[in-house]
């Protein structure tokens, strides 16, 4: 009975919660059981208020932007926007003057028109999303800022894109997906890693069958940010006011979950079939932080003796409505190579990306084609079937812009096929390739995990941002015109 007592009056302890599931027996041995879920409200609707699946807004000859943020991600989403077709940077916004003045030099060099400024505090972007020759606001500040400037610059007519994650709370979510179901705009997030060529090719795999049923992906952002987030003004990789290391202090949880959640999400068309309907969360305590501030600043500095809330590394694990798993970790602490692992295993077939790129496939499957002889799914394709597998099945995006896209660069030229792809669904008055519910989706778990590792890493339901059309739509698509989709060869259903 203790663990059951325990359990349930934690959650009823917290009073937002419904808990379902107190009354189940115990197994042999166990004194209790506690198969609870601690379950979040959902909003209701306003009356007249409808779903923006597949949204679709007028097609616009030019998609005039408008920056905010412009420190490491948003001076070079500036870059990279001058060198997409049909684009008119209107504005640019920082808290710091120089910011704005270097992107708007940057523009003049590359032969385009200064945008107009706004700077000086926190607030200015205010001014900014107003403007009436404004369609879309684009949003690179620090993740404090990002949900309150795109609900307002939605509210203002304006479609945003938003950088990961979109949101830090559960509320912040609903706040969008509100927003967007209301005002009718786009709101997307620019989650740049589903865009990369292993991660898209591997979609389309999926898609086509070759790793038969996908059961179980995985994803994570693995990446030691010690010297970014100590870094001070001036040093190479500071954040602005140190926002990143003050997130580290005031959360806990994965607080970065978007790289990692969002391809495999993708693969299993997470609100396009399926949807993530539960999930744990586990994280170590806070070592590595503590570690690295006493080498940087000494064992007495205030780096040293602050207490970061932020275990080291966190894991969650998530369970589909379809029976499907998931596997997301976040570690920014600790000394190791970079990895997203982007790692997708089914009936058929496995593949994944991190820390060495591979695929293994079962003989005799039936989606491939005769040329791929002396498969096994007990060992990896060779490095020359693996090539011949990613050019088979490139995806029609990667086909569209990729090569372009790898001259412009960003993160290896994901970042230009993301903003491209952005900027030709606008243009052509076509759905987005991702919409505000992946937005929620993605980003929900920075609250979830938290909750779930704050009450002993109870389960925690999973809410339904589509609010029951999660089923509706069969599968991620990406959507072209009749004509690209032509030359594609892509299939218009
Ligand atoms: N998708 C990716 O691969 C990727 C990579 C890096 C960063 N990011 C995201 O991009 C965002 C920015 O990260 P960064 O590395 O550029 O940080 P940064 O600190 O270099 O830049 C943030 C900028 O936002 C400005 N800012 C903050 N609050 C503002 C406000 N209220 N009004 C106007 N300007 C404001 C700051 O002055 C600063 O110039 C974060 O959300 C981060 O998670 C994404």
């Known amino acids: 009975m203790k663990i059951r007592l325990i359990l349930c009056s934690l959650a009823a302890a917290v009073s937002a919660f419904a808990v379902s599931g107190c009354g189940s027996s115990a197994p042999k041995g166990a004194e209790g059981v506690a198969d609870h879920v601690i379950v979040l409200p959902v909003p209701e609707r306003e009356p007249g208020q409808t779903d923006v699946l597949n949204l679709v807004t007028e097609p616009m000859d030019t998609v005039r932007v408008a920056f905010v943020g412009l420190g490491m991600r948003g001076g070079d989403a500036v870059r990279r926007y001058t060198y997409i077709p049909g684009v008119k940077i209107v504005a640019l916004c920082d808290v710091y003057e120089d910011r704005v003045k270097a992107s708007n030099a940057y523009l003049q060099e590359r032969g385009f028109p200064a945008a107009q400024e706004f700077y000086g505090d926190t607030a200015s972007w205010r001014q900014m999303v107003a403007l009436p020759d404004v369609d879309l606001v684009y949003i690179c500040t620090g993740w404090d800022w990002h949900t309150p400037i795109a609900v307002q610059a939605m509210k203002e007519g304006k479609h945003v894109a938003i950088e990961v994650p979109a949101a830090m709370s559960?509320?912040?979510?609903?706040?969008?997906?509100?927003?967007?179901?209301?005002?009718?705009?786009?709101?997307?997030?620019?989650?740049?890693?589903?865009?990369?060529?292993?991660?898209?090719?591997?979609?389309?795999?999926?898609?086509?069958?070759?790793?038969?049923?996908?059961?179980?992906?995985?994803?994570?952002?693995?990446?030691?940010l010690r010297s970014m987030n100590f870094a001070l003004e001036g040093e190479p990789g500071h954040y602005a006011d140190m926002w990143r290391l003050k997130q580290n202090t005031k959360r806990t949880g994965d607080v970065y979950p978007t790289h990692g959640l969002g391809p495999i999400s993708q693969i299993l068309g997470i609100h396009r079939g399926d949807r993530m309907k539960t999930l744990v969360s586990m994280n170590t305590d806070e070592f590595g932080m503590t570690a690295y501030a006493k080498e940087k600043f000494g064992d007495t500095s205030a780096f040293a003796r602050t207490p970061y809330k932020m275990g080291d590394h966190t894991t969650t694990l998530i369970r589909t409505e379809k029976g499907k798993t998931m596997m997301v970790q976040h570690d920014v602490t600790s000394p190791r190579p970079y990895s997203r692992i982007h790692q997708v295993s089914g009936t058929k077939g496995f593949a994944q990306k991190y820390p060495m790129m591979g695929i293994a496939l079962e003989a005799g499957n039936e989606a491939l084609s005769n040329d791929y002889q002396n498969l096994s799914g007990h060992s990896y394709v060779s490095p020359e079937v693996l090539d011949k597998l990613l050019a088979d099945y490139q995806h029609p995006v990667i086909k569209q812009v990729g090569a372009q896209a790898q001259e412009v660069g960003g993160h290896g030229g994901m970042d230009f096929v993301m903003d491209y792809r952005l900027i030709y669904c606008l243009r052509n008055g076509l759905p987005l390739d991702m919409d505000v519910y992946d937005a929620a989706e993605m980003s929900c778990l920075t609250g979830l995990s938290e909750l779930s590792i704050e009450n002993g890493s109870a389960p925690v339901a999973i809410p339904d941002f589509t609010r029951g059309a999660w089923n509706r739509l069969q599968g991620q698509t990406y959507a072209f015109t009749p004509a690209d989709a032509a030359a594609l060869g892509v299939e218009v259903k």
């Open 170 to 224: 559960i509320d912040e979510c609903w706040e969008l997906v509100n927003t967007a179901e209301k005002t009718r705009k786009h709101c997307m997030m620019l989650e740049n890693c589903v865009y990369d060529n292993f991660e898209m090719a591997t979609l389309n795999m999926a898609q086509k069958g070759l790793f038969g049923e996908v059961i179980h992906v995985e994803g994570a952002y693995l990446h030691d």
